[in-house]
């Protein structure tokens, strides 16, 4: 579903983000994307929505090269993707239930479908007795729900989250990456970038790493490998 043919990034002034990655992600994984400050994780992530180009190299998403794509079909790839950010990227002036259904607003869903799916994937996030609160009236984890809520209305094939816990205490943490966990067991494919040693150790996931924009370690049953 996902596939990287010998993938380079080199960003202005000749660094090498990622170096000849080649890697496939099949549908319905969970992946731990791994690695030290600047090892080249957030670039991955931002190659798979198209966020960045590649340099050199072919990107697949459903066997589909994202690399040729043109300007007016992004959108299309974007449908299937959600992401997740560790700074949550809510609206300030919206409402929880209103940060959710800006995400089909924008795709015309009809109102009354935007309610039922808007409610449905709330309480599936824990959310449905505080869809009235504004982001400030929210804790870390409840903020982040809400941007989990956002990625997945849409029923995306694809959830990538760039370190979703890290503004997050722990007990916190491990309560949004099981339902990140969660959300994997209904079939999406869920790939997080973190460095949340302890969770990844503990859960038993594939741990892909990198280190220096290389990929360093591929492991089905992984563990972070380093403490950071
Ligand atoms: N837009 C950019 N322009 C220039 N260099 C960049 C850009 N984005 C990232 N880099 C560089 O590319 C390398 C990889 O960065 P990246 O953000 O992908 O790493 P990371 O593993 O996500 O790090 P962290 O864990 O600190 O978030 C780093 O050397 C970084 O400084």
């Not at 996902?2 to 002034?13: A, E, H, L, P, W």
């Not at 039922?116 to 400030?136: C, D, N, W, Y």
């Not at 150790?201 to 360093?216: E, F, M, P, Q, T």
Request: glycine share 8%.
């Amino acid at each position: 579903m996902i596939q990287f043919f010998n993938v380079t990034k080199v960003y202005k002034g000749d660094i090498y983000a990622l170096k000849d990655i080649t890697v496939k992600i099949d549908k319905g994984e969970f992946v731990f994307l791994v690695g030290p400050s600047g090892a080249g994780k957030t670039t991955f992530i931002r190659l798979l929505f198209r966020e960045e180009l590649p340099t050199k190299g072919q990107i697949l998403v459903g066997g589909r090269s994202i690399t040729r794509l043109r300007p007016k079909e992004i959108p299309f790839l974007r449908r299937n993707i959600g992401v997740v950010f560790q700074d949550f990227r809510l609206l300030p002036d919206r409402t929880v239930y209103e940060n959710v259904a800006f995400a089909l607003q924008v795709l015309e869903v009809p109102p009354k479908e935007i309610k039922a799916r808007v409610e449905e994937v709330l309480a599936r996030v824990g959310l449905s007795g505080r869809a009235h609160l504004f982001p400030h009236q929210l804790s870390g984890g409840e903020q982040q729900r809400t941007a989990i809520a956002r990625a997945i209305v849409n029923k995306p094939r694809i959830l990538v989250a760039d370190e979703p816990t890290g503004n997050l205490d722990p007990v916190t943490s491990r309560e949004i990456i099981s339902l990140l966990v969660d959300i994997n067991r209904l079939g999406t494919t869920v790939i997080i970038a973190t460095h949340a040693w302890d969770i990844v150790n503990s859960l038993k996931k594939r741990v892909i790493a990198l280190d220096k924009g290389c990929l360093v370690r591929d492991d089905r049953e992984g563990v972070y490998g380093y403490e950071a």
